[in-house]
């Protein structure tokens, strides 16, 4: 070791080690350019120079990277004479490069903004970054310097292009001034790796993080393209990285699980529109996919969110969106359900993106906005003024001298018309992964005719193999909702397989007993991280230390190199104890990733893991301030002063815990409340159902039979005896609700079922109370007998006299879609009518095949797999015409003939039908009882009058009350198998409370300060949780009124706190005195 | 900070889900803003009091900035929107105090828009310094004195 001394600070490094390297040491930073920790230093740029005193000699400038560091020598970094040198290193670099960015921020850094002597506008500034990095690391040696002094030249060997580079673009990475050195060195085009997060649209490095946000937000080394794993060089990560984590021996494991059960969810793949050469896509550069198109308008995306095209980065004046490419065509007769909708969201996106002014175009077939709130969303795009235009575009040309591509369709007049765009989104349809037929081999499943995994109708999660079961859009394609749904249905069919084992594998946590810290002086440990060079590389952290310390009741500080690490967190304990600490504050990285585990470690010293804040100084202070070190420093110390304020006041809060009753209300015994019921009973627990009418099955009892050739009424007598005979369920028919009291884990309901009352305690509760079919008000409905919807024609078909054996086949039935749907009183789709009136027109084709079959349709609908059935209605020769909103079909009664005269969009003439029979496609209305039940357990409805969930993508069988969960068409209408997954969702959900002996609730809940609140009762109706209600007592011979906060429902948000004009509700760890004492701290600096 | 020139003190109540989280990946993604703006971390934008942003200016931050979801995004489905109805009851309470309306704001800035959130912060801060230093600073500077000397 050599002792040297920097700024007269001491300081001992290894032999051999240059100066440079001690000063870091030191936290000391001195500019940089031709340095690379990585390579042998150079000495070429001068910038690191420092005053060197050896004693017996002058004091001289030397470049620390290249002297070294000797014993017993004095250096200095900030001298007049080093600052002076730097200046003229500086100018004199600006000189040669006045427009490279790194240059004019070194320059500025120094106090140089234009030098004084004639620019020269070189493209290099003969750093040699590129010369060593190809020589010694590529062991290359492609490209060099020839030539002396004024004539210096960066060039390859004999100034040719050289056979040895091998394009791996190093050169180009490093070079400070952004020089495409690989252009000297070969014609070989360099290829970047493509960022496949982003779709290819940029490029990335070898060693990357997938995306910002990415859980870990750990690097990971790509196999496939690093140097170093494939051709032994390079190796420059590992030498960087100063948390020497970068193992090049890691192997891949194969890892073997004993599991009880499987759930399949290899996802899909997006078509890949290379397969359709006729669209151009690979070969014009402005025709994406949506999901690249996805990327683009990502403000995480290639181009910042930025409404760019791909070819010249133009700002997107007119886009066009063609939709069903690779669906809906004769390989793939499935419909993928979800590109009507993100073809819609991106178009509304990129206007707000590129503003109003962008044109979008979608060119679709049918608009399939079939879901919840869809239709309704689809109505504000028209009006935010995307035009949808109903044509299958053919081909996309591309004109090459602008790149803009023209596509040629036949408008509304059918007039052909040629549109000029500068970009053009192909919305690709979902396909089954890659591979998937050895996945189905090895899984020992079954897959259907398009290679998704075959399920049935009423055991949609099921693969056939018993305890093997699938998810998501491998068994159809679907929305991200529907994924969600499903996850949790195969969650509830494991739980159900594997209940008596559940949890036998878990080994709860024990730590050590909590110190009671009640009384007792704050005394503070400030732990400051490094975070390698992340922080201290921009912060100067020694001096954050050293004023860290002068903040009153802080008793120990200490800087680490990583605080996070596994032997600080030892040291953290034990320092926690050395110096009898009481609240702890971590300077470092975000409390959003770190805090938990801090927690953690201080409650394994003892510590309630309440008493402890962080000070964010790296993300939101050293990595946003790379270029202002003063400042970041000074905003280091005011953070760490913040954090500490805080801490002082910080008190030690439990968790609270709820018992939880095992046993679950079901609201509803249709076909989801049934399968709820038996799910949750099948797990072990005791199930109240409860069903207002006197007969179990609900809907399911008027369906006869379903498009793949299931029988429903066996499937539904089979589901009504095992809920009949599971002892475990509680059935009470002819039942209704008094009243239903408490919250989760301990509900207390009273019922009316027969007569009788009857009162029972539960933990959760499911809400399965369904819907109904609409009945007409139009199109003569109720006037003439022939004139039914589709649920009465299904019953006539299936009755005893049946339809065909009553001697009156009819010769022409007109069904009419979308009647009492999508219209100004109920503006959403029904969903299923499509699917239900092409399932009842291939029957009557059966029975009947004479009879001429007209569907009336504005969009058919028949998504998923239900669009084969559609094709196959077509080939049975049904005839489907459309009609406009604007413009419906008229039924008419003759004397006894009956007609329907509809104007036929698609040829543009009305037509006229004598019909024997008309049906009407009855939209699904919502249940008349949702309101009275939803006052009950307080949960809202949408304004159409469904149940409103938590979160429509990602808890869509929750309630934003806990406990509460909804399933069927009480959410939103929908198909048998869709149902039946949600009720088991429902369960599975219902499972996370009910598995639990109790339930440990949030401990930063609010609470009341009695003395301060006066019962005003403010913030009773801010609550989002109805969480807070007005109680009164007698206090000193008077009424007294205070809020009072049911702990078990509230979330911690705080709208109570802000809203009390008393400074009555608070929310612990984020008290008005705590937030206070935080501003009181930042103001300090004042 | 450099410069002789006035630099402003910004006060950023963000909320955890979206906005702080916003400020974590302006972190992450490296994307820089100016230094004068010290966050403190609320659970919900609907948490922060009036009292924090009046008390703040009153005491001399040179502006207030309120940060959170955007509306349908609220991890507590509508606090954000309390927090509106409230900044329009904090804009009332500036005039009655007679401080600028634009030393504070209210803005959306979800978890995926670091840009965004350094984008906001960058205006604020120019906002600010456009309005020059907090007149009250300097009775605050003034009582500090009477109280400590």
Known sequence: MVRLTVNEQKVSVEKGANLLGAIEKLGIKIPTLCYHKALTPYGACRLCVVEVHVPGREPALQASCSYPALDGITVFTDTERVKRARKIVAELLLARCPEAEAIKLIASSLGVTEPRIRKKNDDCVYCGLCVRMCEERMGKAAIGFTGRGPKKKLEPPFGKHNPVCWTCGACNFICPVGKKITVLTTQKPFIPIPNSYNMGLDKRSAAYILYPQAVPNKAVIDKNYCLHLNYNVCGICKEVCEARAIDYEQKDNKIEIDAGAVILSPGYEVFDPGLKPELGYGKYQNVVTSLEFERILSASGPYSGEALRPSDKKHLKRIAFLQCVGSRDHERDYCSSVCCMYATKEAIIAKEHAGEDLKCDIFYMDMRAFSKGFEQYYESAKKQGIHYIRFRVPVIRELPETQDLVLEYLNEEEKKVCSEYDLVVLSVGMVPPKHIKEFAEKTGIQLNEFNFCRTSVFDPTGTGREGVYAAGPFTEPKDIPETVIQASSAASRVISLLHDVKGTLIKPREYPPETDVGGQEPRIGVFVCHCGTNIAGFVNVPEVVEYAKTLSNVVYVENNLYTCSNDTQDRMKQKIKEHDLNRVVVASCTPRTHEPLFRNTIREAGLNSYLFEMANIRDQCSWVHMHEREAATRKSEDLVRMAVAKARLLEPLQKPLININKSALVIGGGLAGMTSSLELAGQGFEVYLLEREKELGGNLRRIHYVLNGEDPQNELKSIIEKVKTDKRIHLFVSAKILSIEGSIGNFKTRIISDREETEFEHGVIIVATGAREYRPKEYLYGEDERIITQSELEEMIASDAGFAKNGSKPNTMVMIQCVGSRDNERPYCSRICCSTAVKNALKIKEVSPDTNVYVLYRDIRTYGFREQYYTKARQKGIVFMRYDADNKPVVAKNGKSLSVKVFEQTLKLPVEIPADMVVLSAGIIPDQDNKAVAQLIKVPLTQEGFFLEAHMKLRPVDFATDGVFVCGLAHFSKSIEESIIQAQAASARANTILSKDNLELEATTSFIIDENCDGCAYCIEPCPYNAISLIEYMWQGAVKKIAEVNESMCKGCGCCMATCPKRGAMVRGFTMDQIESQIDAALQAV | ?149
Not at chain 2, 62 to 70: E, L, P, Y
Request: glycine share 10%; proline share 5%; aromatic share 8%.
């Open chain 2, 1 to 149: 900070m450099g410069g002789s020139g006035f630099e402003p003190l910004i006060i950023a109540l963000c909320c955890n889900w979206c906005s702080y989280a916003g400020a974590d990946l302006a972190g992450v993604s490296r994307i820089q803003y100016p230094p004068n703006v010290r966050i403190i971390r609320v659970m919900c934008s609907g948490m922060v009091h009036p009292d924090f942003v009046i008390s703040a200016l009153t005491r001399g931050a040179d502006g207030v900035i309120m940060c959170g979801c955007h509306p349908g995004d609220c991890h507590y489905q509508e606090g954000n929107l309390t927090a509106q109805k409230r900044a329009e009851g904090i804009y009332i309470m500036l005039e009655d105090f007679g401080i600028e309306k634009g030393r504070y704001k209210l803005e959306w800035v979800s978890a995926s828009e670091g840009i965004r959130f350094a984008q906001v912060m960058k205006d604020f801060v120019e906002q600010v310094r456009k309005l020059g230093p907090n007149p009250l600073k300097k009775a605050v500077l003034e009582v500090n004195k009477c109280l400590y000397q």
